[in-house]
């Protein structure tokens, strides 16, 4: 059973920087990604990467300013957020699936295994 445990959210504002971190248990062979869902929305894709690392994807309200990173000598991945936006405050999760693909998935149907969440609050 894979476990995963997030941690790095809290309260900022706007225009600050927050990294997330997402560690695995387990082995290595995960494909990884984050998403985020706020109160009364569906739980949206937010940015995803291969189990190598080597490739990445991003939603379009977050390109150019998060970046997915996948560091498998901790079986951590990392999200860094910076120039926050008020829209951007949500609930963060990280997600993870077995696959050696190296092609991106960006539906939450396609990941087995997920974190608890880690709050990110933004103010403006």
């Known amino acids: 059973q894979v476990q995963l445990v997030e941690s790095g959210g809290g309260l900022v504002q706007a225009g600050d920087s927050l990294r997330l971190s997402c560690a695995a248990s387990g082995r290595t062979l995960y494909a990884m990604a984050w998403f985020r869902q706020t109160p009364g929305k569906e739980r949206e894709f937010v940015a995803a990467t291969t189990w190598t690392g080597g490739s990445t994807d991003y939603a379009d309200s977050v390109k150019g300013r998060f970046t997915i990173s996948k560091d498998n000598a901790k079986n951590t991945v990392y999200l860094q957020l910076n120039s926050l936006k008020p829209e951007d405050t949500a609930v963060y999760y990280c997600?993870?699936?077995?696959?050696?693909?190296?092609?991106?998935?960006?539906?939450?149907?396609?990941?087995?295994?997920w974190g608890q969440g880690t709050q990110v609050t933004v103010s403006s």
């Open positions: 997600a993870a699936r077995k696959s050696l693909s190296g092609i991106t998935r960006n539906s939450e149907w396609d990941y087995e295994y």
